[in-house]
């Protein structure tokens, strides 16, 4: 059910586009589309996390301009402003606050020293920051076709591809084991699954 929240406003956009070869009907039908994502969040009581925040208001801001004054360009630089903004959210996360927010969001399922939790944090950081350049070179240098095709296709690609190169690293440095991993039916992790941070990150290298 989630997963279809995640993904009902963009679908609905490139439907109606290829349908209609409308930007600006199938940009309306986006901001209709994450009002009703965030109204759902909201019913089904579930927590409305950064990147829908950052993806809500860019929606209305970006969108909104693309309707009233006419251009696409707004519309098309919103995936490169909300990648940067989520770079920007982790760096800055880490670097004001010493907090990992990779690790808020995958530290019930995976224990692992800070030295792991700097690197996916920047891994992530950017990954996001390419992706808003990426998307740049495409809006400006193909049709509007290829760049909505990409919005959807392309960019769902590259963030199954990040995944795996997460898993990849954390398969590498052996994090993917009985120590790290933690067991969802057990309400607190075992001490003897609580890795040594500081010991770890002098043995690997402190990071920060």
């Given at each position: 059910?989630?997963?279809?929240?995640?993904?009902?406003?963009?679908?609905?956009?490139?439907?109606?586009?290829?349908?209609?070869?409308?930007?600006?009907?199938?940009?309306?039908?986006?901001?209709?589309?994450?009002?009703?994502?965030?109204?759902?969040?909201?019913?089904?009581?579930?927590?409305?996390?950064?990147?829908?925040?950052?993806?809500f208001w860019a929606s209305m801001v970006l969108g909104g301009m693309t309707l009233l004054l006419r251009d696409e360009t707004f519309i098309q630089?919103?995936?490169?402003?909300?990648?940067?903004?989520?770079?920007?959210?982790?760096?800055?996360?880490?670097?004001?606050?010493?907090?990992?927010?990779?690790?808020?969001?995958?530290?019930?399922?995976?224990?692992?020293?800070?030295s792991a939790w700097f690197t996916l944090t920047y891994f992530w950081a950017g990954a996001f920051a390419g992706v808003g350049l990426l998307n740049?070179?495409?809006?400006?240098?193909?049709?509007?076709?290829?760049?909505?095709?990409?919005?959807?296709?392309?960019?769902?690609?590259?963030?199954?591809?990040?995944?795996?190169?997460?898993?990849?690293?954390?398969?590498?440095?052996?994090?993917?084991?009985?120590?790290?991993?933690?067991?969802?039916?057990?309400?607190?992790?075992?001490?003897?699954?609580?890795?040594?941070?500081?010991?770890?990150?002098?043995?690997?290298?402190?990071?920060?």
């Amino acid at each position: 059910m989630q997963q279809f929240l995640d993904y009902i406003a963009i679908l609905a956009f490139v439907v109606v586009y290829f349908i209609t070869r409308d930007i600006f009907l199938a940009t309306g039908v986006l901001l209709v589309g994450v009002t009703v994502q965030v109204a759902a969040y909201y019913v089904l009581k579930k927590p409305i996390g950064s990147e829908l925040k950052i993806t809500f208001w860019a929606s209305m801001v970006l969108g909104g301009m693309t309707l009233l004054l006419r251009d696409e360009t707004f519309i098309q630089w919103k995936p490169s402003i909300v990648n940067w903004l989520l770079a920007l959210v982790l760096i800055g996360a880490h670097l004001l606050k010493r907090v990992f927010l990779i690790e808020k969001m995958l530290g019930k399922a995976l224990v692992l020293p800070d030295s792991a939790w700097f690197t996916l944090t920047y891994f992530w950081a950017g990954a996001f920051a390419g992706v808003g350049l990426l998307n740049l070179w495409v809006a400006y240098n193909f049709s509007m076709d290829t760049w909505v095709t990409f919005k959807f296709v392309g960019l769902l690609a590259l963030n199954f591809v990040f995944i795996l190169m997460t898993f990849g690293y954390l398969g590498i440095k052996g994090y993917l084991n009985d120590k790290h991993l933690i067991d969802p039916d057990q309400k607190t992790t075992p001490d003897s699954a609580k890795p040594d941070n500081r010991a770890q990150d002098i043995a690997e290298g402190d990071v920060r």
